[in-house]
Nanobody
C-alpha cells in the first residue's frame, strides 16, 4: 500500500481545511485507514480512523470538529477539519493497516504503511 497525503496549509482559527490521502495497492480497500498528527516536540497523536466496514473513530481532541470519510471507488480518504484551533497545528500523516480492531486502531505502532506528512498551521 502506498499513501499520498495532501491538502495542508495555513488557516486562521475557526477556519476549515480538508486533507486527502490517496492510496494504491491491492489491499487498500480492505485496510483500516488512519490519520495521526505530530506537533514539534510532541508525540504522534491519533486523530481519526475508518475501518473497512465504514466505522469511524475519532480522538477526543477533534471529536465533533473533524470528519473522516472514505471514497472506496477512488481509493481516497478525507479528513474534513472544521473549527480549527491553534493547537491543531501539526504535521498530519495518513496510515494504513490490515483489519485493525477498535481497541488497536488508535495506536500508531499497529499501522504498517505511512504517507508523507502534510503541514497544517492554524494562526490565532
Amino acid at each position: 500500500v502506498q499513501l499520498q497525503a495532501s491538502g495542508g496549509g495555513l488557516v486562521q482559527a475557526g477556519g476549515s481545511l480538508r486533507l486527502s490521502c490517496a492510496g494504491s495497492g491491492r489491499s487498500f480497500g480492505r485496510s483500516t485507514l488512519g490519520w495521526f498528527r505530530q506537533a514539534p516536540g510532541k508525540e504522534r497523536e491519533f486523530v481519526a480512523a475508518v475501518k473497512w466496514d465504514g466505522g469511524t473513530y475519532y480522538g477526543d481532541s477533534v471529536k465533533g470538529r473533524f470528519t473522516m470519510s472514505r471514497d472506496i471507488v477512488k481509493n481516497i480518504v478525507y479528513l474534513q477539519m472544521n473549527s480549527l484551533k491553534p493547537e491543531d497545528t501539526a504535521a498530519y500523516y495518513c496510515a494504513a493497516a490490515g483489519g485493525l480492531i477498535s481497541s488497536t486502531l488508535r495506536y500508531a505502532n499497529y499501522y504498517d504503511y505511512w504517507g508523507q506528512g502534510t503541514e497544517v498551521t492554524v494562526s490565532s
